[in-house]
Structures are given as C-alpha cells and as structure tokens.
C-alpha cells in the first residue's frame, strides 16, 4: 500500500506575512494630524505727514477770448481773399475787398456836394451882409434882408448835411476793405470771390478767434463754493479780482501742466443746477489749447499749506460703507478701518479722517488681508515724503 507524503510550506513566505501584518498593525496605530499654514505675509507703512494744499478739482471747456464773425457790411461783389483758411492774421490785417468804386463814387459826389453847399453858403452870407448895409441906407426893404438871412441859415444847414453824408460815404467806402480786429487765428472763407454779399443782409465772411489767452469755463456746486468761502474769508468778487491761481490739465496730459488764473464768477447760482458759472484764463502763446476741449482744472482751498496723513492710493478699499484702510493691530490682526478722503499727491492719497498717524496700513497682500485673521506684516521701505505738487 502506498504512503502519502505532505508538503511543509516554505518558510520565506510565512515571515512576509509576518512583515506584513507588523506594518499593518504600526499603520493602524498613527492618526492624520492636521498642521494650520502659516499667517500669509502682508507689506505695512505707516501714514506719511507733510505739508499739503487742499484742492478742489473740476471739468469744464475751452473758449476763444475773443470771437467775431467778420460780416459784408455793404452791398457788392466780392473783390479778393487776402488770406488763407486756417491763416494766423495779425490786428488791422486786410482780409476782404468788397467792390470799391461804386463807394468812391458815392465819396467825390458827397465831397462835390458839400462844395456846392459852401458856394451858396458863403454867396448868401454876402447878399445878407449887403442887404443889410442897404437896409441901415433905406435903400433895400426889410423883406429882402430876412429872405437872405434864410438863404444864408438854409445853406449852412445844407452844409452840416452834405459833411455828414460825406462822412457816411467815406464809412461805406472804408467798409468795402475787411480787416482783422485783433491777432488770432481765421477759419475757412465762406464766400469766394466773385459773389454778391451784403445784398439785403449782412453775409458773414468768415470767423477769426483769439486763443491767446484762452478762457477755461467750469462750474463750482453750491457744497465746495461755501467751502473755499470760508477757508477764503472772501467772496468769489473779490477772489476775482485777487486773481485766485488755477491749474488746467487736457484730456490727454497728466497733472495739470498750464497755469493761469480766475477772471471771472457769475453773480447768481443756478437754482436749477446749484452751481455757480467760472472762467479762467490761460496763456496760450503756442496755441496749443484750442477751443471747445475738454479741460481738467484744480484750485486751491485756501492759499497755505496745512500737514495731513498720505498712504499710497493702492491702500484705499471701497466698500458699501465707503473708503477704507486695512491695519494690523499689535496682535497682528488685520482690523478695518473707514477714512476720510482729500486730494491726491504725487501717487499719494491724502487722509482726512480715520487715521492718528501710528498705525500700520497695509499697502502690499490686501488680498491675503482678511478682517480678524492673523498676518505676519513686514515694514515697507522707507520713502522720502514728496514734495506738495502745484500743479
């Protein structure tokens, strides 16, 4: 009978089993701890205190200083264009002929006219001189001599009547020649030679604009004018008059590059807008400002500096509740922080309320920044105040 043999496993198999479930085991006894990130990194300054100059900002249009539209005053053709369109011209410069001998004509028969009007002025002062002289000899009658007095009365008025109307010629006659009246700049002609103009109306010819110096119109609210009045101690008169200092920028220019001053205020506010109409006036030597533009303007509130807290604009949030600042307390906890806006200086937001001056403003991982988390801040570099600008 035969004998059955079993197998012994093999030994190498029955220690990773071993090996196994003694790693098994050690993995079942650790937990999963979770470890909290750091506090994320955030860049403060504090506030920067220097002298600044409280200004007011505004929109409003270029306007010529002067504007005249160069008009056909008397009748006839159209003789010459003495300029081209677009042409700077200077004061008293001819422009346009209008035909002329028709007006020279109408001068010699005025002139010759009160020639005539002379001859019988000076023939009936002599008959009244010798009627007279007969008169005292009783060998002329009273009658003849009152007629004479008349003649004599009749031609002096006829006289005055005939310079008068060689004085009207001679105004004609010097409206047939166009001239400029002031340097400036013209626009296109709007009639050519060979038309009829003046017939009936007074055709305009052309239009020429004076831009050197060149006016700036804009509008103050009812909230600021009382405000510079009483910063100013003065009325926008008497701010006229002591040529309050305005600074204009173009749509295209950053800052504002032009300098001039207030030249006028209107005396009433607009009941319907609540504003108050002001103009001021620029130099404009290379007429590069021209009219109808845009215009970026700045006043001052008040002619002395004053000192007042400046973080960078990239600092200032807006919210529902309006602008803000996000802080680190001493705890290093971002705490919010509402404030009060002014102008702004050279990249510069100037606070006017909300800060001391000793807090720690976060200028750099405001998004990282949450309100009541923690954050590890970091000092900006130092800066060097910048200087009030004036412009």
């Keep these: 009978m035969a004998r059955m043999t079993v197998r012994e496993p093999r030994r190498p198999i029955i220690w990773v089993s071993v090996l196994a479930l003694l790693v098994w085991a050690a993995a079942c006894g650790d937990r999963n701890v979770y470890a909290p990130p750091p506090p994320p990194k955030v860049i403060v300054s504090q506030p920067i205190r220097q002298s ?7 929109t409003g249009n270029t306007q010529a ?65 010798r009627f007279s002289s007969l008169l005292r000899q009783k060998a002329a009658a009273q009658t003849d001599v009152d007629r004479w007095r008349y003649e004599r009365d ?14 009207l010629a001679k105004l004609n006659l010097s409206y047939t020649t166009v001239v400029a009246p ?10 050519d030679v060979g038309n009829l103009v003046g017939a009936g109306e007074e055709t305009v010819l052309a239009e020429i604009n004076q831009i050197d110096p060149i006016y700036a119109y804009y509008t103050i609210n009812e909230r600021d004018l009382l405000q510079v009045m009483a910063h100013a101690q003065e009325s926008p008169e008497e701010a006229e008059k002591g040529k309050w200092p305005i600074y204009m920028g173009l749509a295209n220019q950053p800052g504002y590059p032009y300098e001039g001053y207030l030249d006028f205020a209107a005396i009433t506010v607009n009941p319907n807008t609540g504003t108050l109409l002001l103009r001021g006036v620029f130099p404009n030597p290379q007429a590069m400002i021209l009219p109808g533009l845009f215009a970026r303007l700045r006043a001052p509130v008040h002619a002395t500096q004053r000192s007042a807290l400046l973080v960078p604009q990239e600092a200032i949030g807006f919210d529902q509740l309006g602008p803000y600042v996000l802080l680190v307390n001493d705890k290093n906890v971002v705490e919010r922080r509402s404030v009060t806006l002014g102008a702004v200086f050279d990249k510069l937001q100037v606070i006017q309320e909300g800060l001391k001056g000793s807090e720690q403003v976060i200028v750099d991982g405001l998004l990282r920044a949450i309100p009541g988390r923690q954050v590890h801040p970091e000092l900006a570099a130092a800066k060097e105040p910048s200087k009030s600008p004036q412009k």
């Design 182 to 191: 002031f340097d400036g700049r013209i626009d296109r002609r709007l009639k």
């Design 52 to 58: 600044v100059t409280d200004y007011l900002e505004f």
């Design 65 to 129: 200083f002067n504007t005249v539209k160069l008009r056909a005053r008397v009748e006839g053709f159209l003789e010459k264009v003495l300029f081209q369109d677009g042409d700077r011209v200077k004061k008293g410069q001819v422009l346009f002929i209008i035909q002329q001998n028709t007006y020279q004509a109408k001068l010699q028969q005025a002139e010759a006219e009160v020639l005539a009007q002379k001859a019988r002025l000076e023939h009936a002062q002599t008959e009244f001189v």
């Design 154 to 167: 009749a031609a002096r008025a006829a006289v005055l009547a005939g310079e008068a109307n060689r004085e």
